[in-house]
Every structure is written in C-alpha cells, then in structure tokens.
C-alpha cells in the first residue's frame, strides 16, 4: 500500500509517498508560501531530478490539489491515480493527554486535536488544516494522526509536574509534554535492533540534535522523561530556543528592555539559543566553522552546547539507575563528528568509550564506541516519515 505522510505548517506542508511493502519513498516535496505571494512547489520523485512548480497556492487545499497532481503527472508523476493512495498519515504536533498512540482520524478526533490547540497555538491549527484540505480531495482515503507528544505520555507523574501551584495543572494542564517523540520511540527501537536486543529489557538515552532538540529517557521500551517540557522551548540549547534558563529571567529582561510577555517569548524562541548566544548562526556547520577561525563566542557556544546535552545524559542515567545505550540522531546528532566526540568526552565515568574511528562516520546507523565499551554509543539517522508511515499502516490495514 501507498501511504501519503503529510507534514502541514502554517505556511508550508511537506510530503512523501511511501510504499509500505518496500519501504520506499517513491517521491517527495515540499509546498512553501503557502498563502503568501510566490507559492513553489518542489517536488522530487525517486531517482529524478526535481521539479519546480511555481504557481498560486492561496490556501492548504489548493497545495494538497498541487501535490497530487504532481503525484499523478504524466512525466514526473509516480503513480496513476489517487486510487493508488491507499492511506494519508499525518504529523501533529500536540496530542495533550488525550493521545497516548496514534489514532484514525474521525470527527471525534478532529475536536479532541482541536481541542489541544491552545497548548500548540503555531503547530496544531496548521495541521489541522492539513487534515482537512486532505480530507476534503481525498474523501474515502483513511487518514492517521501521528502525535510528537504521544510517545511520552507514559512519563511518570514525578517527571511530568512542574513546581507550580498544582491548580495550573487541573485547570490549564499545565505540565512536561515533550515532543519528537516520533523520533525517540524509531531511534530507540533501532538503537535495540542493533544490539540484536529487545527494547524491553535496555536502558536507552536518545539524544535527538537538530535545529530543534530534545533527549529523552527509554526505560525498557516506555518513556520516562524527556527534555522538552510544555513546549519545544525547555532544555538543550537549541539553534534558536534558549532551552532551560531561571525563569525571573523574563520578567527582569522585560523590565530592563520594556519587552511584553508575548515579545520575550519571541526572543526566547526565535532570537536566543546557539544563534544568540554565538552572534554568528543557528546552524551548527556556520558555528563550527567560525569557531575554527577562532572567533571564541562561537567556542563558548559550541561547549555550552555540548555541556547541556552532557548534564541531561547524566540526569536520565541517574534516573534509570543506569543507561546500555546511548544514541545519536537528527542533523547534529547524525552529522557533527568533533560534536560527538565533544559530548562524549563527559561519559568517561558511565564507562563509556568512544571509538574514533568508527565515530567517522555522517549520516549512517553504526556502532561509535569500542568493543568492551560498557555503554554502546550510536549514531542513527532518524527517519519520522518512515515511522509514520508505519504507525499509519499498522491502523488502517
Ligand atoms: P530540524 O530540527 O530543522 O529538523 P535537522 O535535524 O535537519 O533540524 O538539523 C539541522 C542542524 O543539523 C543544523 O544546525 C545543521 O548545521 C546540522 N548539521 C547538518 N549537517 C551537519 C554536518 N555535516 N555537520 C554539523 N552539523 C550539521
């Protein structure tokens, strides 16, 4: 069966056909502007050259139209008809408390996604509009709602409540979500299949590093803590999230700088983090380089960084009373070599030895620590499209 994973932001909506049977992206793309002047279309079918469609896309559903065009086109399209389209799964971010897996999309769930919007105010409004311009072209195709928050609602309550008056809690469900968790539960899966072990008896770290990032604690197969909390913006110093700060923080910078509330939330989601903190970039490639130029904020930078995701490892380990494996994924996680190597440099204490040979290595599943290393290091490429595309299957077969 072809399934359809749809991506849906607020202007943009990215997607890729999979063939289930083989595993294969028969093709993929991405809708920008949408709903702005200079609407593109890129649409890259397997083995092809991409094509660019510039044209109007004055909402989701005239993108959702393009894209199946694109799909079905005589030249670079990959298959006949949309009958060909056996199911659409789609990403959402915020699932609340309501989404513990992932669920067919019925009317029912719409409201309850709906519902979890105030909690996701950038995110779920954008995918839902996704869902129905879907909906709408595609009437009698089953439909999935994937959840980044799903896989950690097994998180206990000790890791979940905030120090807060616990009425926020009751009246605004105030509390650690965590998100990508797509990629942690596929990377923590795989981490298992490589050892040839189960997931069920491991104690595994993921350390997702993108532009976005997040580590989580896999505790035989259940999440039991994550980095992120309500929203993407708590932990890892991110590309440019600030991650985890004192909270007096906001209210002494609004004061000083005649910021309002809504304004230091802009700042912390879109102005700190490694690039503002670095001066230089968001992208770790740009901080990295500078940093061998010897620019030495951008060093700072790279080290605050690096220090983070080294006290969160230290943080879960304690709280699995141990970790077997620690995995690596996302652009930095999957690409950075020397970051790798940076980060490990504090696990000495969990025994754990990484070989530098074999941490060589950008963008491929392998093994990065040495043969004896107490806790096995890895570098595993994430791939959110291809375990959507399976969550979606496992619903609608
Ligand atoms: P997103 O959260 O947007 O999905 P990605 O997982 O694609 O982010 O990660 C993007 C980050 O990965 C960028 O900061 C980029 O610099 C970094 N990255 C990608 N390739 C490399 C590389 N070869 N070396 C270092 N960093 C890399």
Known sequence: MNILVINCGSSSLKYQLIDSASETVLAKGLCERIGIDGSVLTHTPAGKDKVKVETPMP???????LVIDALTNADHGVIKSLDEIGAVGHRVVHGGEKFAT??????????????????APLHNPANLIGINS??????????????????????????YLYGLPYEYYEKYKVR???????????????????????RDDLKIIVCHLGNGGSISAVNHGKCVDTSMGLTPLEGLIMGTRSGDIDPAICDFICQKEGLTPAEMNNVL???????GLSRVSSDF?????????GNKLARVTLDAFYYRVAKYVGAYAAAMNGVDIIAFTAG??????????EICKYFGYLGAELDTEKNNVRGEERIISRDGSRVTLMCIPTNEELAIARQTLALVK
């Open 176 to 198: 650690r979500y965590g998100f990508h968790g797509t990629s942690h539960d596929y990377v923590s899966a795989k981490a298992a299949e490589l050892l040839g072990r189960t």
């Open 269 to 275: 989601n879109k102005k700190s983090g490694v690039l």
């Open 285 to 293: 490639r740009d901080i990295e380089a500078a940093a061998n130029d």
């Open 134 to 159: 879907c909906r709408e072209i595609m009437p009698k195709v089953p439909m999935v709602a994937v959840f980044d928050t799903a896989f950690h609602q097994t998180m206990p309550e000790k890791a």
């Open 102 to 119: 992932s669920v067919v999309i019925d009317d029912t769930v719409l409201k309850a996604i709906e519902e979890c919007n105030d909690l």
């Open 332 to 341: 930095v996680g999957e690409n950075n070599i020397s970051g790798r190597a």
């Open 59 to 65: 909402n989701h559903t005239v993108a959702v139209k």
